[in-house]
């Protein structure tokens, strides 16, 4: 049995002592629980996710405030639209999992954060696409993977994780590719788990987690398969 708490019931303290230091804690379940399968598979179905931070027990997160893309909310910006237009990628949905999340890892690593993507995250990553929870969007330049990006399959919600760019608004492209295809399978939104600016263009909001957890548990019963 998985050992990550239900956000649903569960407390949520203001501040954990680790050490000297006291840490924010009122996004986080519990520190510290190991990344096997099990639990990744069980935390993301209950609306959970892990983000390692450097030097602390990893922290397993169910933000206060969720950020959504409701897709009857997104944004495309007439110059976007006009790339998209224009033709000049194929899409496709994992062909190369793999290979979107080192990517992703290594963009990172160029502005100097990207030490949350793990070996031991990875191989969780790897062995949740494995398992058909993972999923990616790939985007291709002839042969040459120029964007992309993954995220996991929480039961009917697709919670996204990070994309990439090699070619300029690729990683863009490969989200309105996704909305596309997420929208005729039914849903509604996406779980874009903490805001950014970003995403802020794109449309996304904040809702609170008794909300998004709500909005979860009334997917996951309605059946919907997106992928």
Same mark, same amino acid.
């Given at each position: 049995?998985?050992?990550?708490?239900?956000?649903?019931?569960?407390? %949520?303290?203001?501040? @954990?002592? %680790?050490? =000297? !230091?006291? !840490?924010?804690?009122?996004? /986080?379940?519990?520190?510290? !629980?190991?990344?096997?399968? #099990?639990?990744?598979?069980?935390?993301?179905? +209950?609306?959970?996710?892990?983000?390692?931070?450097e030097g602390m027990p990893l922290p397993w997160f169910c933000p206060e405030k969720r950020a959504v893309l409701f897709f009857r909310d997104l944004k495309v910006?007439?110059?976007?639209?006009? =790339?998209?237009?224009?033709?000049?990628?194929?899409?496709?949905?994992? $062909?190369?999992? *793999? $290979?979107?999340? $080192?990517?992703?890892?290594?963009?990172?690593? +160029?502005?100097? #954060?990207?030490?949350?993507?793990?070996?031991?995250?990875?191989?969780?990553?790897?062995?949740?696409?494995?398992?058909?929870?993972?999923? *990616? @969007?790939?985007?291709?330049?002839?042969? #040459?993977? @120029?964007?992309?990006? !993954?995220?996991?399959?929480?039961?009917?919600?697709?919670?996204?994780?990070?994309?990439?760019?090699?070619?300029?608004?690729?990683?863009?492209?490969?989200?309105?590719?996704?909305? $596309?295809?997420?929208?005729?399978?039914?849903?509604?939104?996406?779980?874009?788990?903490?805001?950014?600016?970003? %995403?802020?263009?794109?449309?996304?909001? =904040? /809702?609170?987690?008794?909300? %998004?957890?709500?909005?979860?548990?009334? @997917?996951?019963?309605?059946? /919907?398969?997106?992928?």
């Amino acid at each position: 049995m998985s050992s990550i708490p239900d956000p649903s019931n569960h407390y %949520f303290q203001d501040w @954990v002592l %680790f050490g =000297e !230091y006291y !840490y924010q804690a009122r996004d /986080i379940v519990g520190f510290g !629980y190991p990344l096997t399968l #099990e639990n990744i598979a069980d935390a993301y179905r +209950k609306g959970v996710f892990p983000w390692p931070i450097e030097g602390m027990p990893l922290p397993w997160f169910c933000p206060e405030k969720r950020a959504v893309l409701f897709f009857r909310d997104l944004k495309v910006s007439k110059s976007l639209a006009k =790339e998209k237009r224009k033709g000049l990628f194929r899409y496709s949905i994992d $062909e190369a999992f *793999s $290979e979107v999340v $080192e990517n992703c890892r290594d963009s990172y690593r +160029k502005d100097q #954060e990207g030490t949350w993507i793990t070996d031991d995250y990875l191989a969780a990553i790897n062995g949740l696409h494995k398992k058909g929870m993972a999923h *990616s @969007v790939e985007v291709w330049e002839g042969d #040459e993977l @120029v964007g992309g990006l !993954y995220g996991v399959d929480a039961g009917g919600v697709f919670s996204g994780e990070s994309m990439f760019y090699l070619r300029s608004n690729a990683s863009k492209l490969a989200l309105l590719f996704l909305i $596309e295809h997420l929208a005729a399978c039914d849903a509604e939104f996406i779980d874009t788990q903490v805001m950014t600016p970003h %995403f802020r263009r794109f449309g996304a909001v =904040e /809702i609170p987690r008794e909300e %998004f957890l709500a909005r979860l548990r009334h @997917v996951q019963e309605s059946g /919907i398969k997106l992928f």
